[in-house]
């Protein structure tokens, strides 16, 4: 299954930027993290995007190669590890995205 990335309500005017909001799903997540472009969030550029956590993940965008990771505990040693290559669609997060 493919990432899927949803903008919910209206584009937020924040003088110079705007700000989107909404869901997404990673669908089959690769261990390198799942590509996204700015356009998705219905933004030119992203400044900042802030995931939250969703089934038992915690996701990170990667902003210098335009990617979110996936982390998730599997043990008290290591506290967050990255995905492997699983399919993790049914964890469907909300997310805030700024930029131009």
């Given at each position: 299954?493919?990432?899927?990335?949803?903008?919910v309500?209206?584009?937020?005017?924040?003088?110079?930027?705007?700000?989107?909001?909404?869901?997404?799903?990673?669908g089959t997540?690769?261990?390198?993290?799942?590509?996204?472009?700015?356009?998705?969030?219905?933004?030119?550029?992203?400044?900042?995007?802030?995931?939250?956590?969703?089934?038992?993940y915690?996701?990170?965008?990667?902003?210098?190669?335009?990617?979110?990771?996936?982390?998730?505990?599997?043990?008290?040693?290591?506290?967050?590890?990255?995905?492997?290559?699983?399919?993790?669609?049914?964890?469907?997060?909300?997310?805030?995205?700024?930029?131009?």
């Amino acid at each position: 299954m493919a990432a899927t990335i949803t903008v919910v309500g209206d584009m937020i005017s924040l003088g110079n930027r705007r700000m989107t909001t909404g869901t997404g799903n990673l669908g089959t997540y690769t261990a390198t993290g799942v590509a996204v472009t700015p356009q998705k969030f219905m933004l030119g550029q992203i400044s900042s995007l802030n995931i939250e956590s969703a089934g038992g993940y915690v996701f990170r965008y990667d902003a210098a190669n335009g990617k979110i990771m996936a982390y998730q505990s599997d043990d008290a040693v290591d506290p967050l590890d990255e995905v492997g290559s699983t399919d993790i669609s049914l964890a469907v997060f909300n997310w805030e995205a700024v930029g131009y």
